[in-house]
């Protein structure tokens, strides 16, 4: 008789133990160790890696390395609301596998060939290998055109439309209004537009997109907290080191944080605001001037994290949680 008691004991008590097994560990994946759920990282379509030699405070030479990542042409839905064919790139171009690091920065910073650009002031990185941060979209652009020089490449930024006067400074910037012009022909280092950065952060197969509510890479929407933080950094006390999270289909890491990327273009260059808007009315022209910033950081929630969120800031803003990526038209 003991012995049918204990059998039936069991019979309830076994599936019920495995069924709240089950439940911790697709709620908290990441806590339970026996459950860890450790996504995989992607080569993506092809890779292309630069290097630097930063001599460091010994006199030793070190090699700072960065690749960058295929991305081809495509339409892809954009917005956390997915409208159908609202992200439009027409042409491929390569993006940085990680945001800009210290180690990156220091090395353009002492590079001989870049010796005639000047960046603002000294922006923070938790370690060398953590992603910038404080650094303005004004310094940004100055520092693509750098990189580029320091590498062997024309610049892609400059004062004139004759492309002839390379920006050098964020004090250029200030005193130009933030106006400047793209070189068409050139192969040098940029920051990428909105819609390039969108398309690729969904990017799965050029067919099927990331929805705009996850972070880039997730196969949850942003609101599932276990599954978001292994994609995304936010809500920390810190950056962490790049790639330390799982990259997306592309291959490209932290996209959606551990901190705020700036793009190119104005904020409002879907529906620009109206210059009789702007006079007289100080927060039409400060909405004109705000550049367009993407993804998440260690610093803010969940909720930027989504791939489809498009935010502005004005561009001479140097902000904690704040960096950048670089990009590269054509493959």
């Known amino acids: 008789m003991a012995k049918i008691r204990l059998k039936s004991l069991l019979s309830v008590l076994v599936p019920l133990v495995l069924l709240i097994a089950f439940a911790l560990a697709i709620t908290f994946p990441t806590q339970l160790i026996s459950f860890a759920i450790t996504p995989k990282s992607h080569d993506g379509l092809g890779t292309e890696t630069h290097e630097l030699v930063l001599r460091d405070a010994s006199g030793k030479d070190q090699i700072v390395s960065f690749a960058l990542k295929r991305v081809p042409a495509g339409i892809a839905p954009g917005l956390c609301t997915d409208e159908p064919g609202l992200t439009v790139v027409d042409k491929p171009f390569r993006l940085a596998e990680t945001e800009v690091t210290g180690a990156l920065w220091d090395?353009?910073?002492?590079?001989?060939?870049?010796?005639?650009?000047?960046?603002?002031?000294?922006?923070?990185a938790t370690g060398a290998d953590h992603p910038l941060e404080r650094v303005s979209w004004r310094d940004a652009v100055v520092f693509c055109n750098a990189l580029s020089v320091a590498l062997g490449f024309d610049p892609v930024y400059y004062r004139d439309s004759a492309v002839s006067r390379p920006v050098t400074s964020a004090a250029e910037l200030a005193a130009d209004g933030d106006i400047l012009y793209l070189s068409e022909s050139s192969t040098g280092f940029r920051l990428p537009r909105s819609a390039e950065w969108e398309l690729a952060a969904r990017y799965i197969d050029g067919t099927e997109w990331t929805p705009g509510g996850h972070p880039s890479g997730g196969t949850h929407p942003y609101y599932f907290d276990s599954r978001t933080s292994l994609y995304a950094v936010y809500n920390q006390e810190s950056s962490l080191p790049v790639k330390t999270l799982a990259s997306n289909r592309l291959g490209l890491y932290d996209m959606s944080g551990s901190v705020w990327e700036w793009c190119f273009e104005k904020f409002d260059w879907r529906n620009p605001v109206a210059p009789e808007m702007i006079a007289g009315n100080p927060l039409a022209e400060e909405a004109s001037r705000k550049r367009v910033?993407?993804?998440?950081?260690?610093?803010?929630?969940?909720?930027?994290?989504?791939?489809?969120?498009?935010?502005?800031?004005?561009?001479?803003?140097?902000?904690?949680?704040?960096?950048?990526?670089?990009?590269?038209?054509?493959?």
Do not use: H, K, M
């Open 293 to 331: 910033v993407r993804g998440g950081s260690w610093l803010g929630n969940f909720y930027r994290v989504q791939i489809g969120g498009e935010f502005g800031s004005l561009p001479d803003l140097e902000a904690l949680g704040q960096g950048f990526r670089v990009a590269r038209s054509g493959w």
């Open 107 to 124: 090395a353009v910073r002492a590079s001989p060939a870049s010796a005639f650009y000047t960046l603002g002031s000294v922006p923070t």
